[in-house]
């Protein structure tokens, strides 16, 4: 009996620690101030009778609790986390605070003086916890590499355009804040959830350097002899000789970035090489050599003209991003295309759906579309608008065109549909070119329709297309389950 009573006894004192463990990781006491130290919630308990191993998991910032790991790079690693009293899901960054070359701080201060535009996630919160540095930022959704791979490694040139239109002005954005990037690649581009489901967002400022003195406005001097920063597939061709980037550079680099997702592959990809420095020198030889036309070939011309503006600009010279923006939306306008937001993956994940309705799941098609993996789980919309609205566009993305009864053919483009932007700096600052809106209901929009009284366009080049309609969200929101065994 004595035996039972000390085991008793033991146990409900365990109990009680772990009680008090949780009521004290909940509390609201639990602040900014105190982060600093090693909460019990971070550490790890063990009971060792039956082998039973109780995690308790990490709260960051007093109210972020660490689910699972969603990315890692060179400055450490990214989890989603839950805030433990609204249950928003986030996106967490965690580096060492003792690592030897620390960027997560200089980022969150960066994103810090970005805040407010579009395209730009909000930050929840930023500090050091524990022997972490720790930023905390708004959940995004795919990035641009994931849906390229998801679809086929290949984009229409419709949804180059349309990524290309929302692209440069993010870019621009970062330079008024007198910054550039410095690492412009498809991964660095994500696209939004839910409600901005299509809107594209620029990240990783790890890179970033000031290129305009805040003070005296003074632009940095021109320097040669400069290591490649960046990934060298995208680099410009000065940035590989050795030449101090500037505003020209990731305007060159976003055009390699839109041939890749045309092409489907860059010339100066898989070359081997015993060293990173060699294979850097083969990439540079290889891009040098080739001409923007044989680069731009079987391509429409506009993609050869903003290579050709890119190199005209000289070191300190501010890009006419409006120019840009125009060329590739010219040519919008020019193959009928209608800025309906129903992108490639838009499109392929609606004949996912339909190929799942329709065949057995105990006998799936060999090869088919529908085996490809998803970056992330799509969004279920209740209704059937969707379904019949991306049935027309599926059909709508091998021929954009239509004929009217004279026999001419008519090029559609409802692009100033969605180009109501609410950001102030892009409507006022970028050339006057207002960034198309994303924030719309799908539902609601199929509700309305009467019609509605005529939108003024933002150029003579874009009008409103007959017929055009308002396009499907392509929201990426991770689903209920996918969440919960995050926790």
């Known amino acids: 009996f004595p035996h039972f009573l000390f085991f008793y006894l033991f146990y ?7 009680a008090a463990t949780l ?6 006491q639990f602040d900014q101030t105190r982060s600093s130290d090693r909460s019990w919630t971070e550490r790890e308990f063990k009971r060792e009778k039956g082998g039973i191993h109780i995690y308790m998991e990490r709260i960051v910032g007093g109210k972020y609790k660490l689910g699972r790991k969603i990315g890692s790079g060179s400055f450490g690693e990214i989890f989603l986390a839950t805030h433990v009293d609204t249950f928003e899901i986030v996106a967490v960054k965690l580096e060492n605070s003792k690592t030897k070359h620390p960027q997560l701080l200089y980022e969150a201060k960066l994103y810090n003086i970005l805040q407010g535009g579009s395209g730009i996630a909000n930050i929840k919160w930023c500090g050091v916890d524990g022997d972490d540095n720790v930023f905390v930022l708004d959940l995004l959704g795919p990035s641009l590499e994931d849906l390229f791979v998801y679809c086929g490694r290949k984009f229409s040139l419709k949804t180059v355009l349309m990524l290309a239109d929302q692209m ?3 870019i621009e954005y970062v330079h008024s804040k007198g910054f550039l990037h410095r690492d412009i690649k498809p991964d660095n581009f994500l696209m939004g959830l839910g409600r901005k489901a299509n809107q594209v967002y620029i990240i990783d400022f790890g890179l970033a350097k000031r290129y305009r003195d805040p003070t005296t406005n003074r632009h940095i001097p021109y320097r040669e002899n400069k290591n490649l920063t960046g990934t060298a597939r995208y680099a410009s061709c000065n940035t590989h000789l050795g030449i101090e980037q500037s505003r020209r550079d990731d305007l060159e680099s976003l055009g390699y970035v839109l041939l890749y997702f045309l092409r489907g592959s860059l010339p100066w990809q898989g070359l081997k090489a015993a ?9 540079c030889e290889k891009k ?16 050869a003209s903003y290579f050709h503006y890119c190199h005209s600009l000289t070191f300190d010279q501010r890009p006419d991003y409006g120019f840009l923006r125009r060329l590739f939306r010219d040519l919008f306008t020019r193959e009928g295309y209608e800025f309906d937001y129903v992108f490639d993956w838009t499109i392929l994940k609606y004949q996912q759906t339909q190929r799942t309705k329709t065949q ?3 006998s799936p098609v060999s090869g088919a579309i529908s085996n490809r993996a998803m970056p992330m789980d799509l969004d279920r919309r209740q209704g059937g608008n969707d379904a019949s609205y991306l049935a027309e566009a599926s059909e709508r993305r091998e021929s954009s065109n239509f004929t009217r009864p004279d026999g001419h053919t008519h090029f559609r483009s409802g692009m100033a549909h969605n180009l109501n932007a609410k950001n102030p700096i892009e409507k ?11 924030s719309f209901s799908l539902a609601s929009a199929f509700k309305r329709n009467l019609p509605k009284p005529e939108e003024p366009t933002e150029s003579a080049n874009i009008s409103h297309g007959r017929g055009s309609k308002a396009g499907p969200s392509s929201s990426w929101m991770p689903s209920l389950h996918r969440i919960s065994s995050a926790k």
Do not use: G
């Not at 009521?23 to 609201?28: E, G, I, K, R, W």
């Not at 040098?288 to 993609?303: A, G, M």
């Open 168 to 170: 440069i002005p993010r």
């Open 428 to 438: 006022h600052t970028i050339s006057n070119v207002p960034m198309p809106s994303t």
């Open 288 to 303: 040098l050599s080739t001409p923007i036309e044989v680069l731009c070939k079987s391509h429409p011309v506009e993609f």
């Open 12 to 18: 409900i004192y365990k109990q009680n620690s772990l």
């Open 360 to 362: 057995p799941q105990s």
């Open 23 to 28: 009521a004290f990781s909940s509390s609201d």
């Open 275 to 283: 060293t990173k420095k060699q294979k850097y020198d083969k990439i």
